[in-house]
């Protein structure tokens, strides 16, 4: 059974358009479900015309939950694939944006960075092993961003 606080979010996430229409489909399924539900079944009840595109509810359950509308919440054997999978139930809270993710580039990028200020301001107090080291360091950099 759904918390009346989850479906007085669902609500206002309808009302003000809060999720994309994907992501909503997905949300409001699993809303109207009403007990916890794994990805696959949700796919092969509400989706089965997409069943070949795997990830296209799939990355909307990630979606969904990081933006804080839906959670996981333990395991169960799955009615379609039979297997332990995750279940979800939604939140009663509002969407979220998340975080950017940072591609590796542009981490290591941050990180070549902070090791050229380190050694740039550290110099004065900085060993001359550990000048060497940052430097190696500072190349291993580079050559992740190339």
């Known amino acids: 059974m759904i918390q009346s606080t989850s479906l007085e979010a669902y609500y206002r996430i309808k009302e003000d358009g809060l999720l994309s229409r994907l992501r909503f489909e997905v949300y409001e399924a699993i809303v109207k479900i009403g007990r916890p539900i794994t990805q696959g079944e949700i796919q092969e ?3 089965p015309s997409i069943k070949g595109a795997g990830g296209s509810v799939g990355g909307r359950f ?11 919440i333990g395991t169960r054997q799955c009615e379609i694939t039979g297997n332990n999978k995750l279940i979800y139930i939604p939140t009663n809270e509002l969407p979220v944006n998340p975080p950017k993710f940072k591609s ?9 960075t902070k090791a050229e200020d380190i050694k740039k301001n550290a110099y004065h107090i900085m060993p001359l092993q550990l000048d060497a080291e940052m430097s190696d360091i500072i190349e291993l950099l580079k050559q992740l961003i190339k």
């Open 45 to 47: 009840y509400f989706f």
């Open 62 to 72: 990630s979606e969904l939950e990081r933006r804080g509308v839906i959670k996981s």
């Open 104 to 112: 590796k580039k542009q981490v290591s990028q941050e990180a070549l």
